[in-house]
T-cell receptor, first 115, second 113 residues
Framework: NAGVMQNPRHLVRRRGQEARLRCSPM?????VYWYRQLPEEGLKFMVY????????ESGMPKERFSAEFPKEGPSILRIQQVVRGDSAAYFC?????????????FGPGTRLTVL | GESVGLHLPTLSVQEGDNSIINCAYS??????FIWYKQESGKGPQFIID?????DKRQGQRVTVLLNKTVKHLSLQIAATQPGDSAVYFC????????????FGGGTRLMVKP
């Protein structure tokens, strides 16, 4: 049973470009979460999605960031017009059931570097 | 705001000794807690979890203790090995209304051979 998969593992973008991060949840999991981690810090919640629905985006910056989890295919975290402050590790997690009842399992992360 | 925090940022132990990593939480509604291990360059790896109706849970070489009275969580690792070297995070789910995990700042465990 494959774990949570994320790609790319490393992504380099210049300021002003777009970054697209992909996440495929564990088999049988329909709840997806995105977290951001700065060096030497804990993970900060960004957004929680179920298939075709954004459930909670309270941790998402108001501009330039968006997320989706389509009926078919992986969840996508999209960052438009990236700035240097967007450089971080972005982790996706998934769970089988609702977040307050089930464990979240994390992917290996995408490390975004903005030049 | 409510938060989860850790007492010690770095813990250095001798191989073979037991390790204890502590965590304090402030959200009294929290009812589910998880410990994660994160090695350099990797994602958080689930270690063990505990629900608020329990005060102790044991896994393989690990034990989690929950003291709801003082809102304190600890992770005990028996016979610590070099492979245990990592950053350990506690996380809580914010109770029934929680849609996210709130992570503490992390404790770096260094195992000396």
């Amino acid at each position: 049973n494959a774990g949570v998969m994320q790609n790319p593992r490393h992504l380099v973008r210049r300021r002003g470009q777009e970054a697209r991060l992909r996440c495929s949840p564990m088999k049988g999991h329909s709840h997806v979460y995105w977290y951001r981690q700065l060096p030497e810090e804990g993970l900060k919640f960004m957004v929680y999605l179920q298939k075709e629905n954004i459930i909670d985006e309270s941790g998402m910056p108001k501009e330039r960031f968006s997320a989706e989890f389509p009926k078919e295919g992986p969840s996508i975290l999209r960052i438009q017009q990236v700035v240097r402050g967007d450089s971080a590790a972005y982790f996706c997690a998934s769970s089988k059931d609702r977040p307050n009842t089930d464990t979240q399992y994390f992917g290996p992360g995408t490390r975004l570097t903005v030049l | 705001g409510e938060s989860v925090g850790l007492h010690l940022p770095t813990l250095s132990v001798q191989e073979g000794d037991n390790s204890i990593i502590n965590c304090a939480y402030s959200n009294s509604a929290s009812d589910y807690f998880i410990w994660y291990k994160q090695e350099s360059g990797k994602g958080p790896q689930f270690i063990i979890d505990i629900r608020s109706n329990m005060d102790k849970r044991q896994g393989q070489r690990v034990t989690v203790l929950l003291n709801k009275t003082v809102k304190h969580l600890s992770l005990q690792i028996a016979a610590t090995q070099p492979g245990d070297s990592a950053v350990y995070f506690c996380a809580e789910n914010g109770g029934n209304a929680g849609n996210m995990l709130t992570f503490g700042g992390g404790t770096r465990l260094m195992v000396k051979p």
